[in-house]
């Protein structure tokens, strides 16, 4: 499979990465920024990635922050496709696992059925 099959998710942090690939059934590569990042950062990821000519998807917190680092990340992917966790949660690693398989598997993300 060459990368560019390759689906790819960005996080913020790593508990957000270990969480995701807990749940998710299928080969993508998981990217964190680790918070907002600045535009030479962000161009930098997106160009060794190869975020350009990939399926790329975007499960940021819905914090302030996280909501900053979304808009940021739109203005730069904006292929890109939002998965986003229910408000109550606020954060990705704070979402019940059950809640995020059914997020990700709405993206057309296959998951480990035990998850359901």
Known sequence: ???DEVKLIIVEGRSDKEKVA????????IVCTNGTI???RL???IESFEMDDRDVYILVDEDA????????LSKELPH???IYVDKSYREVAATPESELAVALLAAHIKINPIYL
Do not use: T
């Not at 807990?22 to 590569?29: D, G, N």
């Not at 922050?65 to 940021?72: E, F, I, P, S």
């Open 1 to 3: 499979m060459s990368v």
């Open 22 to 29: 807990r749940i998710v059934e299928e080969q993508l590569e």
């Open 38 to 40: 600045n535009v030479e």
């Open 43 to 45: 161009e930098g990821l």
């Open 65 to 72: 922050a996280g909501k900053k680092l979304r808009k940021q």
């Open 80 to 82: 890109a496709a939002h």
